[in-house]
């Protein structure tokens, strides 16, 4: 039975502190298979959303999801930007096929390395309703953390899908995007896709 969980919003404590380690033999056990069933059924009830930290939904522990669909926004834009367009608007419509996203949960995670090279881009998060801003992250980053299976793996990222690990790590340091922000923008609240969740 999976429940779509609220999403703990600022300022609330459980998204200031530094997460919990999950003991890797817990990861099995039927409380954080709950909560990671959880929070799938909850990012996908989320259409703006393409990742969720575990104190997001009120739970201390170091766990985090990312969607795939982070991956087909990178691959859209390298597709774009060949084809010579000047990038791509992501608070436009979606130009690729929303499917059934599948969702990549990192437990205990670790980064491992990080590019020289950083990029600019506008950020939100579920937790700060209605606020954007630029954030510098870093352009490419490997990661290492186990599955929700218990196993160990590592994964490099690039791009957008970088920015979002780097965005969900920050929340289980207790760091929000509001903190990395140099400035802050405007962008019209749309409420009929869930941009400004209430
Ligand atoms: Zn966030």
Known sequence: ????????KEPNSVLRGRAQEVDAKDITAKRIQALIADMRATLKNTPDGVGLAAPQVGESLRIFIVSDEAEEIDKTERRRWKEGEQGWERNQEKPYEIREWRYFVFINPEVKNTSKASLEDVEGCLSVPGKFGIVKRYEKITVSAYDENGKKFMRGASRFFARVLQHEFDH???????????????????????????
């Open 1 to 8: 039975m999976q429940n779509t969980l609220p999403i703990v």
């Open 172 to 198: 289980l340091e207790g760091v929000l995007f509001v903190d990395r922000t140099e400035q802050f923008i405007n962008v019209a609240p749309r409420e009929e896709n869930g941009v400004s969740p209430k």
